[in-house]
């Protein structure tokens, strides 16, 4: 699992990822705009239709795609807010 493998290597993501995929397993988000009312930094990129997490106080970056009707997410990556930086969605 993607949260597993990134949150061996960044010991210091742990509790913040346990407390997103804690949120994220009881919410009932039907849209977009749930979403943001769950996590108001979550960005929406419509080209790609990804939605960006903001996870530890903007430290991590969690990029997944979301089937609002069958309630799966599926996480594309983790990364540092630096290796963000270069990326795009």
């Known amino acids: 699992m993607a949260v597993t493998r990134f949150a061996k ?3 210091a993501s742990r509790k913040s990822l346990t407390r997103f995929l804690a949120i994220v397993k ?6 977009v705009v749930e ?3 769950t996590f108001p930094s979550a960005d929406y990129a419509p080209t790609t239709g990804v939605l960006i997490f903001n996870i530890g106080g903007n430290k991590y970056r969690l990029i997944a ?3 609002f009707d069958d309630r799966i997410m599926v996480i594309k990556s983790i990364m540092t807010h630096d290796e963000y930086s270069g990326e795009t969605f």
Do not use: F, I, L, T
């Open 9 to 11: 290597k960044r010991a």
């Open 26 to 31: 009881s919410a009932a988000c039907a849209s």
């Open 35 to 37: 979403v943001k009312k």
């Open 65 to 67: 795609n979301v089937d």
